[in-house]
């Protein structure tokens, strides 16, 4: 069992579809957070959130919302998303965000893309 | 302005010899630094990391140096062998920012055997 999971691997939809990410961490932490890879750019730091409040929102459009029902399973829900949302979405676990290493530990990846 | 900036967009190396990547800074602030390695269809999984308050710091054939004079950090695999073939991102963060860890664009380094 790995420690942080994302379903699906790959998803393809429409602008006017509505999907949705999962994550799920089986390593007992407590911060979870969503990131953004799109090709040759830095990971964008999308939400973050510790024990299962959110904590930041870097200024991320509202096609996308976040939810988190406990401290192991995180949901990105898209709506309406626009091609340049095409993306490789990576979910991170970490300890504790405060104050800590910053080591997280990511799942594998949802390559999105819209179109 | 990106903050972290890996400038070498990709290497490529002998296998045997030496693997140096580079990351340049523009935060004095950042106090902690790490460096992540990707490969094709996986997440990024933690390599090394290294403290302000050290100027190197080493793990096996990884060791990870730090210039805070000229905000310059690498990473130097040594020797490389062809299971280090991969994308290397380099990262930041700095005390009271807890998570937010400011990435670079990532370097992918090519092993040739």
């Known amino acids: 069992e790995t420690g942080v999971t994302q379903t699906p691997r790959h998803l393809v939809m429409g602008m006017t579809n509505k999907k949705s990410l999962k994550c799920e961490q089986h390593l007992g932490h407590n911060a979870m957070y969503w990131y953004k890879q799109s090709a040759k750019k830095p990971l964008e730091l999308m939400f973050v959130y510790n024990f299962k409040e959110q904590t930041e929102n870097n200024s991320v459009p509202s096609r996308f919302s976040p939810e988190c029902p406990n401290s192991s399973h995180l949901f990105l829900h898209l709506h309406t998303l626009q091609p340049e949302d095409s993306a490789l979405y990576l979910c991170?676990?970490?300890?504790?965000?405060?104050?800590?290493?910053?080591?997280?530990?990511f799942g594998e990846g949802s390559r999105l893309t819209v179109l | 302005d990106q903050q972290v900036k890996q400038n070498s967009p990709s290497l490529s190396v002998q296998e045997g010899r030496i693997s140096i990547l580079n990351c340049d800074y523009t935060n004095s602030m950042f106090d902690y630094f790490l460096w992540y390695k990707k490969y094709p269809a996986e997440g990024p999984t933690f390599l090394i990391s290294i403290s302000s308050i050290k100027d190197k710091n080493e793990d096996g054939r990884f060791t990870v140096f730090l210039n805070k004079s000229a905000k310059h950090l690498s990473l130097h695999i040594v020797p490389s062998q062809p299971g280090d073939s991969a994308v290397y991102f380099c990262?930041?963060?700095?005390?009271?920012?807890?998570?937010?860890?400011?990435w670079g664009a990532g370097t992918k380094l090519i092993i040739k055997p």
């Open positions: 991170a676990s970490s300890q504790d965000p405060s104050g800590g290493s910053g080591e997280l530990f």
């Open positions: 990262a930041a963060s700095a005390r009271g920012s807890n998570y937010q860890l400011i």
